[in-house]
């Protein structure tokens, strides 16, 4: 079975094709800057990698782009469109009505669509490419992998917000939490690391990249995530403030005079690392002006670090004892510096890094604690692409069963 991934943001759609067969990817891209004269294609397959201009003026076009590439006589690893077994995408928001990855019939496309309110820059990118791929792949099980479903076992002690109970139950205001498949992906591969069964387990894993995420992992179920209604909550970011007080919205509103779009823009979109440094949000340019004495790229490091810090106690004391500490996303897989910053003094909590080892490992999977260390600290780079290809064959094979069965 050959399955094509999708994950298509805002102006983005990334794509990998997996072999079930061989468990290997085939070909993986992406076509940047939709809705830009500027937009590209970037396609790796057969060992190659290519770059080229491409017109893509929405995620319609974008996606004839990738199904032209993958038939593509030269670049291509497919004889024709019709070899696609079945397609698999990553869709950000389930809301509380997908708790797990599903076959998508016209009825998921509905309540999908009610779920934009929830996610309205990331489910629309995500709708239309499903609709897209539908129209072009007729019959083909397609499956949505939901970014969501896995902090769904969450208790309701954990994802409340104390509003009064009607903003619940009228308006479904809750702490949904998001990077699911990236902490589901990195911490079964954690337990099989230290070879012993997630369910013996109590693991915190932090994806740390533009946008970061920790989560609370008990037998591999979800108690607790930072990140809450939006993707706005919790740890400090590329460009999102993280957990603040409230009030300061209404501060900026009644005393600085911002609109509610002016606060939203500038908590989501110049805040952050990006916000405190003034320099830049990629901790390489931050890690690189805080070494030639950027005073506030140095503040913005240890800010992020602190927060994290902060996060792991809170879950240690939720998880009450803990395992294994984990790492994965773009900062947490390539910046030994952060790393180290939030493990330091953490020994009374069995927590203590080989510093050497930690300063070798970039982006391999690796034990990086000390012998000595209670806590098994690790780095797991993430993989949401194969989670997606893993649960979109399981899916449609039970789908191509049941289309089988209802023919005899
Ligand atoms: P992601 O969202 O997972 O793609 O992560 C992107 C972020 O990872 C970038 O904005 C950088 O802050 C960070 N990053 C990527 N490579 C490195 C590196 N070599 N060292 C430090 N940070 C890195």
């Known amino acids: 079975m050959k399955i094509l991934v999708l994950n298509s943001g805002s102006s983005s759609v990334k794509y990998q094709m997996f072999n079930a067969a061989d468990e290997q990817v085939m070909a993986e891209g992406i076509v940047g800057k939709i809705g830009d004269a500027g937009a590209y294609l970037e396609h790796k397959a057969k060992g190659e990698k290519i770059r080229r201009d491409v017109i893509a003026m929405n995620h319609k076009e974008a996606f004839q782009v990738v199904i032209d590439v993958l038939v593509d006589k030269n670049v291509g690893v497919l ?179 911002l609109s509610i779009d002016e606060i939203d823009n500038l908590m989501n979109k110049k805040s952050g690392l990006l916000g405190i440094s003034g320099v830049s949000n990629d901790v390489r340019e931050i890690t690189f002006q805080a070494h030639s004495g950027n005073k506030r790229c140095q503040l913005a490091l240890e800010m992020c670090a602190y927060r994290i810090k902060k996060y792991i106690g809170a879950y240690i004391t939720v998880l009450s004892s803990l395992d294994a500490l984990v790492f994965t996303a773009g900062i947490g897989e390539k910046s030994p510096e952060m790393r180290s910053m939030v493990c330091k003094d953490m020994g009374a909590l069995g927590i203590e890094l080989d510093e050497k080892k930690n300063a070798e490992v970039m982006g391999i999977e690796s034990i990086i604690s000390s012998a000595e260390s209670k806590v098994k600290v690790m780095v797991v780079p993430t993989n949401e692409e194969k989670i997606i290809a893993i649960d979109t064959l399981k899916l449609a094979e039970e789908e191509i069963s049941r289309s089988e069965k209802g023919r005899t």
């Open 79 to 257: 004889g024709a469109v019709s070899e696609i077994s079945a397609v698999g995408h990553r869709v950000v928001h389930g809301g509380d009505k997908f708790f797990a990855s599903t076959v998508i019939t016209d009825e998921v496309i509905d309540k999908i669509e009610e779920c934009v309110s929830l996610s309205p820059l990331h489910n629309p990118p995500n709708l239309l490419v499903i609709k897209e791929a539908k129209k072009l792949l007729p019959g083909v099980p397609q499956v949505a992998v939901f970014d969501t479903a896995f902090h769904h076992a969450m208790p309701e002690k954990a994802y409340m917000y104390a509003l009064p109970y009607e903003y619940y139950r009228d308006y479904k205001i809750r702490r949904y939490g998001f990077h699911g498949i990236s902490h589901r992906y990195v911490s079964v591969r954690a337990a099989e690391i230290v070879q012993r069964p997630i369910e013996e387990l109590k693991i915190i894993t932090c994806h740390l990249g533009n946008g970061s995420s920790m989560a609370a992992l008990d037998k591999g179920v979800s108690i607790d995530t930072s990140l809450g209604f939006t993707p706005l909550e919790g740890l400090i970011m590329g460009t999102r403030c993280g957990d603040l007080d409230p009030a300061i919205t209404f501060f900026l509103s009644r005393e600085v005079g």
